[in-house]
């Protein structure tokens, strides 16, 4: 099992840069593949981007060249660096992990996740 918790999250004005982290406890981290997905007010949770365990990258398409996913299996700690945020960009972020090679978009495969942190983007 791992627990994740996120940090990071907070009030930005739109343009503006956020990192997110998360921080992994458990099992070995370097043996999941992570992902962080949002919850934006009224709207169902939806993927953001993933990392698989060999470092492939994904991301939704609405924040390719914005964020950037990445990990330090070393410090057992996942990240998003949020460049050019947008109010629609507010949202709950949430990490997540999988116990499986590759990274993906879809929610129902990840097996563990972090309580989320809000992310706030005022115009």
């Known amino acids: 099992q791992v627990q994740l918790v996120e940090s990071g999250g907070g009030l930005v004005q739109a343009g503006g840069s956020l990192r997110l982290s998360c921080a992994a406890s458990?099992?070995?981290?370097?043996?999941?593949?992570m992902g962080w997905f949002r919850q934006a007010p009224g709207k169902e949770r939806a993927f953001v981007a993933a990392i698989s365990r060999n470092g492939a990258l994904y991301y939704e398409n609405s924040v390719k060249g914005r964020f950037t996913i990445s990990r330090d299996n070393a410090k057992n700690t996942l990240y998003l660096q949020m460049n050019s945020l947008k109010p629609e960009d507010t949202a709950v972020y949430y990490c997540?992990?999988?116990?499986?090679?590759?990274?993906?978009?879809?929610?129902?495969?990840?097996?563990?996740w972090g309580q989320g942190t809000q992310v706030t983007v005022s115009s």
């Open positions: 997540s992990a999988r116990s499986a090679y590759a990274g993906t978009d879809e929610e129902g495969r990840y097996d563990y």
């Open positions: 458990g099992r070995t981290f370097s043996s999941y593949a």
